[in-house]
């Protein structure tokens, strides 16, 4: 495909009819944040304003979140102090903050944040939370679309393929898979390796059921370097954004922390979710809700890894596995996580209640009184895995099953294995999907 052609697709692409449209928003904002501090202090300043033609985002539901994430942003008219759009959101920030590290240094962080751009004068607020939910920072700016100093971005030369084209950007949800650490020779092999994350994901339900919602690129720049930095070994790469194992000292935690460049890349082109695709052996990656997926893609569980950190950064899901040795907890007694598909019990009626079963299970939690035992089959984990590629009905199984959310204790998930839990688990437990599919409607 020629760079002309492709150039035309994507405009073609972002053509919106104001007539047709809930918001007729045709540009979008992008706001570069710097978040700062320790274990218990926070600091957020403003970095960059920048512009590009189009907007990618949601068009419905503007004035409300689907999630309320570990922090959001909210605009509004300066004027009459109209909600425009407010989104959710979490950060590698407020996940380094949980570190031991936190507690005797001062770090920073880079985050990039997509709005559509306002007609008139509009505050932006910033509100990030803690893990009981209170607020740690609140931040508010005004936003003047005629400032000289919001920077046009003009559209990125970095070269893209289309994977899938259910529609316009207006109507679909544009989804960006990006090669890390792929030289510009071994562009092929990424195009290959984005177009199987991207058939893994829609194979999965409720994606598959869905997949005419989505758009795809795949987008390609190229590393200097072969793969990706590995401290611990003393590796050090110079690739496309910067991706390293070793986050947070934890060896097969793979992150970025150069939002500012990752986003440069994808300037002017249609996206509101990214998937890092790091071109490696080694088994790792990670998943940031609504901030970007990044996994390896040529070890054994490149599939498994990458339709499990889509459902983090996508779907705001939570880790369903479980281990009492983290440094910090995350999750409290009395405190309902956010994420839908791990419960405290503390709001379990926002949760999965309306799955169960039986209409006795559901109104037991109108009583103050619990007994969980009631909740969980009593077959081994392994038989019940067999009994449903038997033909059993999955939904017989929802329950509540101790141990969640890294915590064996006091934290409670809907099934008794998904693939929010292990690698092997071969779906989305009916939680997860449940959850997947509200979130994709809030979009549409």
Not at 226 to 245: D, L, M, Q, R, Y
Not at 302 to 313: A, D, L
Not at 346 to 368: G, M
């Amino acid at each position: 495909m020629t760079r002309t052609k492709t150039l035309t697709i994507a405009l073609m692409l972002f053509a919106f009819s104001a007539t047709a449209l809930s918001a007729d928003y045709e540009r979008t904002l992008r706001v570069d944040y710097i978040f700062s501090g320790t274990a218990t202090s926070t600091e957020i300043a403003v970095c960059e304003l920048s512009s590009f033609d189009g907007w990618a985002g949601r068009r419905h539901n503007m004035d409300s979140v689907p999630l309320r994430g570990n922090g959001q942003i909210v605009m509004r008219d300066a004027q009459s102090l109209e909600l425009l759009y407010m989104t959710s959101f979490s950060t590698l920030f407020q996940e380094w903050q949980c570190t031991e590290e936190a507690t005797r240094l001062r770090k920073s962080f880079e985050n990039v944040f997509l709005l559509p751009m306002p007609h008139e004068k509009a505050v932006v607020s910033v509100t990030l939370f803690g893990f009981k939910g209170e607020i740690t920072a609140e931040f508010e700016h005004t936003v003047d679309p005629s400032d000289i100093l919001i920077r046009q971005r003009p559209v990125s030369e970095v070269p893209y393929r289309e994977l899938l084209v259910s529609g316009s950007a207006q109507d679909c949800i544009d989804v960006a898979i990006v090669a890390e650490g792929y030289t510009a020779e071994e562009a092929e092999l990424f195009y290959q390796d984005a177009g199987i994350a991207m058939n893994e994901i829609l194979s999965h339900e409720p994606f598959r059921a869905l997949r005419g919602h989505f758009n795809f690129i795949a987008v390609a720049p190229a590393s200097k370097h072969s793969g990706v930095s590995v401290p611990s070994e003393g590796i050090w790469k110079e690739t496309a954004v910067g991706a390293s194992f070793d986050t947070f000292y934890t060896e097969r935690y793979l992150t970025t922390l150069h939002l500012f460049k990752l986003h440069d890349l994808l300037a002017g082109l249609p996206y509101e979710h990214i998937i890092i695709l790091a071109n490696t052996e080694t088994y790792g990656g990670g998943g940031i809700y609504n901030s970007y997926t990044l996994t390896t893609t040529h070890n054994p569980y490149f599939r498994p890894v990458v339709v499990h950190e889509f459902g983090h950064s996508f779907a705001g899901l939570g880790d369903e596995y479980y281990y009492d040795d983290q440094y910090s907890e995350q999750y409290y007694p009395g405190i309902e996580p956010w994420e839908p598909n791990i419960t405290t019990l503390a709001d379990f009626p926002s949760k999965w209640q309306h799955l169960l079963c039986c209409e006795p299970e559901r109104d037991a939690f109108e009583t103050d009184s619990l007994d969980l035992e009631a909740f969980v089959p009593t077959a081994p984990v392994a038989d019940l895995w067999k009994q449903i590629a038997g033909g059993a009905d999955p939904a017989s199984f929802v329950g509540i099953y101790e141990g969640g959310g890294y915590q064996s204790k006091g934290v409670y998930r809907g099934y008794p294995d998904c693939r929010m839990k292990t690698n092997a688990a071969p779906v989305f437990c009916p939680v997860c999907q449940d959850a997947i599919r509200r979130l994709i409607e809030f979009y549409l």
